[in-house]
């Protein structure tokens, strides 16, 4: 059974910008820790933006100022805007939620690629 999908993932110019979705299936509440995750060219995956079950967020150097996560709890999805980008930000986007990340479970993610 698939558990988490990602979308809007593509190719765009530096200085655009792309909003990524997160579609959970409902068996995994968002209510809790989600985060979105880079992963670039020979590079292991790293956490870029987070929210926790409280509304908190956290952002990783590199992207803060222009990324901003949020959630939409009926619908059980989650997003990342993604303004300014920058060629380095280009790679692999996936999003998680703890239980399926405890169990090292990944959807297929959805591809970023920003040229200069």
């Known amino acids: 059974q698939v558990h988490l999908v990602e979308s809007g993932g593509g190719l765009v110019e530096a200085g655009q910008s792309l909003r990524l979705s997160c579609e959970v299936s409902?068996?995994?509440?968002?209510?809790?820790?989600i985060g979105w995750y880079h992963q670039s060219p020979g590079k292991q995956r790293e956490l870029v933006a987070r929210?926790?079950?409280?509304?908190?967020?956290n952002y990783g150097d590199a992207v803060k100022g222009r990324f901003t996560i949020s959630r939409d709890l009926a619908k059980n999805m989650a997003y990342l805007q993604m303004n300014g980008l920058k060629p380095e930000d280009t790679g692999v986007y996936y999003c998680?939620?703890?239980?399926?990340?405890?169990?090292?479970?990944w959807g297929q993610g959805t591809q970023v690629t920003v040229s200069s």
């Open positions: 929210i926790s079950a409280g509304g908190m967020t």
């Open positions: 998680n939620v703890a239980p399926l990340k405890l169990r090292d479970y």
């Open positions: 409902r068996r995994f509440s968002i209510m809790n820790d």
